[in-house]
């Protein structure tokens, strides 16, 4: 059997089970209570605040400690903190939030091995300076400052040693406490954003993979006047180099920004979201706030391609119909074409109306030239359709997400979530009008 050492990610199956299970699950079944007797009505101040905040801490020491899927699967929750009620949003909402550019870092000597065995032994002579502190941490990497041969800083990115094993097992494991951590992000299944995870991770464990994605971004956007992309510098399959662009974190935008700096993030995010299909035939699809900042110059920096959905025609036509039929209340032809593309189950009673009031009020955002994105907005959308009271409920429970369609699904709800984060205005119809196709209101 191969050495663990404490370096490493944590591999061994039941090592990191034992640490999964050391979440507080017993917490967790008293928020989905409480949160429960809230959506039929109930008082759910009995939730204790400090229980709360130990509960969220001791999230972030697991997640972040194990790294792996462990952690990716926090920085895909803490996106949807705007959607957590109020008496749980706030511990929540800063240990996952520190869980999109935090980690422990793996000691120098790691990470020089893993330099050695992917650009050789003489990886030290392709650099003029490298920073053995890490500059940031994510979910299987590390990233370094350094400065290339040629003058250029870069950025190096280091994989875990270990990050395959354990990022499978993580999420592997997580499924078993889908049903406990599922009332922390009501509206949003947890169980198929596990899977999802675990087939898109087998493409982020290969950094060629992400060179090429983001070699592909960073060609259609070149010399764009408001998106920039990092120009890929050299790439191995457990590392990787890439230009070094420092600007102002959109966290620090979520928190501290003005109105108006928000709103013209807020498109620039949106923007950036809807057109690359179209411009590149790719969808970025990790959209939490750790991978984009602010330049000087007001461009949006856009990292992080390890995750990205292949649409070599752009966004699907018939998105855009669905859409379009919905902005028009046209709920006749509507149920039909949701019917005809599957996303009714297979002998569901469902009549129009039932589905236009489901829908409707999710296409508000292109209902208007300009809609306002809000925490209170999206969190009251979750309580809609989490209300077991509603009708809404009921027919969430008779329609489906087509495979194709669950990516985009997943990182538009997560992209638009952020927007709530931001408190952005955006212009959201006109950006449809340009780059959905199908979508003609």
Request: glycine fraction near 8%.
């Amino acid at each position: 059997m191969d050495h663990v050492s404490s370096d490493d990610i944590p591999r061994r199956t039941v090592q990191r089970s034992a640490r999964l299970a050391s979440l507080p699950l017993g917490f967790a079944s008293r928020t989905a209570a409480g949160w429960g007797r809230r959506l039929a009505g109930g008082d759910a101040g009995e939730i204790s605040a400090d229980v709360a905040r130990r509960g969220a801490e001791q999230l972030f020491a697991v997640l972040g400690e194990l790294k792996g899927g462990a952690m990716k699967f926090g920085q895909a929750l803490s996106v949807f903190e705007a959607a957590v009620p109020d008496e749980l949003a706030e511990p929540y909402r800063e240990a996952l939030t520190r869980l999109q550019t935090a980690a422990p870092p793996m000691p120098a000597a790691r990470t020089h091995r893993v330099l050695a065995e992917q650009f050789g032994r003489g990886w030290r002579e392709r650099f003029r300076e490298f920073d053995d502190t890490p500059a940031a941490s994510a979910s299987i990497g590390q990233v370094h400052r350094a400065v290339w041969g040629d003058g250029r800083e870069v950025a190096v990115k280091v994989q875990y040693p270990g990050a395959e094993e354990a990022v499978m097992a993580d999420l592997r494991q997580l499924q078993r406490f889908a049903r406990l951590i599922q009332p922390m992000v009501p509206g949003m299944e947890i169980r198929p954003l596990l899977q999802e995870l675990r087939d898109r991770m087998a493409e982020e464990l290969d950094y060629r993979d992400e060179a090429d994605a983001q070699r592909q971004f960073a060609a259609a956007f070149e010399g764009d006047e408001h998106v920039v992309v990092p120009r890929v510098v050299a790439s191995a399959p457990k590392a990787m180099v890439s230009e070094w662009i420092e600007g102002t974190p959109l966290s620090q935008i979520i928190r501290t920004g003005e109105p108006e700096e928000r709103d013209r993030v807020g498109r620039l995010l949106s923007t950036f979201h809807f057109s690359a299909p179209a411009r590149v035939g790719l969808l970025h699809a990790d959209p939490h706030p750790g991978n984009f900042q602010i330049l000087p110059d007001g461009r949006l920096c856009v990292i992080d391609f390890g995750a990205v959905a292949r649409l070599p025609d752009g966004l699907p036509v018939e998105l855009g119909h669905m859409l379009a039929l919905a902005v028009d209340d046209r709920s006749d032809e509507l149920l039909e074409l949701l019917r005809t593309l599957n996303f009714v189950l297979p002998g569901t009673d469902m009549s129009p109306d039932e589905a236009a009031a489901y829908l409707g009020p999710l296409v508000d955002p292109l209902r208007t030239d300009k809609f306002h994105f809000t925490r209170e907005w999206i969190r009251g959308q979750a309580e809609r359709l989490g209300d077991l009271r509603r009708p809404e409920f009921e027919t969430g429970r008779g329609l489906n997400l087509p495979p194709q369609y669950l990516l985009i699904h997943r990182v538009t709800l997560a992209s638009v979530a952020v927007l709530c984060q931001l408190d952005a205005e955006v212009p959201m119809r006109a950006i449809f009008q340009e780059w959905q196709p199908g979508f003609d209101v």
